[in-house]
C-alpha cells in the first residue's frame, strides 16, 4: 500500500497570500495524483488531478505540481472560501486508493 | 448537473447490516465506474471502501471491510449500492459515494452510518 504523507499539518495564511502545500508518495506514483478540498460539513471536492489538471469549474489559482514521489499545490491570493483541509490521493497503485492526512489552510 | 444522492444510513447495533443507496443523476451512470468512501467524524481523511466497474463486472474492496460488505449496481434505476453487514463501532462514519474509479470527479453529500449499542 502507498502511503501519502502530506505536510505541513497546518498552514496559516492571510487572505491574499499564497500557500504552498505539499504531498510525497512511499513509491512512484507517477503523475497519478489528486487533490481534493473539504470545508466542514460538505463532501470533498475534486480540484486537480493528473498532478496538474484543474477540475471543471476550479479557479486558476489553483495549480499542482510534481510527479513521481513529490508533489505540490499551490494557491494563489487565498480567498476566504479557500481556507479548508485539502488532501492529496494517489491512484496509481489500487486498490487500495490512499489520501494523505490533509493540511490544514487556516486564516491568520 | 451531476448529482449523487446517498440514503439508507442509521444507526444500527453492533453486528448489524444496512443497505446504502446512492442515486445518480446528470450523467450517463453506466457508463462510469463509482466508488464508496467513508469517514469518521472529525477525524481525518476519506477513506476508500470500495470500487465497482461500469457493467458491475468488476469489484474491489478494502482489506478493512472484505467479506461484510458488497458493492453493486443497477443501471436502469441509475443506483449504486452497499450493502453494509457485521457492523462494528469502527465502520461509524459518514459514507459517500463517488463517481469514478480513479480521481473521483463528484461526490454525494454522505449518510451517516453510527454503530452503537
Known amino acids: 500500500e502507498i502511503v501519502m504523507t502530506q505536510s505541513p499539518a497546518t498552514l496559516s495564511v492571510s487572505p491574499g497570500e499564497s500557500a504552498t502545500l505539499s504531498c510525497r508518495a512511499s513509491?512512484?506514483?507517477?503523475?497519478?495524483l489528486a487533490w481534493y478540498q473539504q470545508t466542514p460539513g460538505q463532501a470533498p471536492r475534486l480540484l486537480i488531478y493528473s498532478a496538474s489538471t484543474r477540475a471543471t469549474g476550479v479557479p486558476g489559482r489553483f495549480s499542482g505540481s510534481g510527479s513521481g514521489t513529490d508533489f505540490t499545490l499551490t494557491i494563489s491570493s487565498l480567498q476566504s472560501e479557500d481556507f479548508a483541509v485539502y488532501y492529496c490521493q494517489q491512484y496509481n497503485n489500487w486498490p487500495p486508493l490512499t489520501f494523505g492526512g490533509g493540511t490544514k489552510v487556516e486564516i491568520k | 448537473e451531476v448529482q449523487l444522492l446517498e440514503s439508507g444510513g442509521g444507526l444500527v447495533q453492533p453486528g448489524g447490516s444496512l443497505r446504502l443507496s446512492c442515486v445518480a443523476s446528470?450523467?450517463?451512470?453506466?457508463?462510469?465506474?463509482m466508488t464508496w468512501f467513508r469517514q469518521a467524524p472529525g477525524k481525518g481523511p476519506p477513506e476508500w471502501v470500495s470500487?465497482?466497474?461500469?457493467?458491475?463486472?468488476?469489484?474491489y474492496y478494502a482489506d478493512s471491510i472484505k467479506g461484510r460488505f458488497t458493492i453493486s449496481r443497477d443501471n436502469f434505476r441509475n443506483t449504486l449500492y452497499l450493502q453494509v453487514t457485521g457492523l462494528r463501532d469502527e465502520d461509524t462514519a459518514v459514507y459517500y459515494c463517488?463517481?469514478?474509479?480513479?480521481?473521483?470527479?463528484?461526490w454525494g453529500q454522505g449518510t451517516l452510518v453510527t454503530v452503537s449499542s
Open positions: 463517488a463517481k469514478g474509479r480513479w480521481a473521483q470527479d463528484y
Open positions: 513509491q512512484s506514483v507517477r503523475t497519478k
Open positions: 446528470g450523467f450517463t451512470f453506466a457508463n462510469s465506474g
Open positions: 470500487s465497482i466497474t461500469d457493467s458491475g463486472g468488476v469489484t
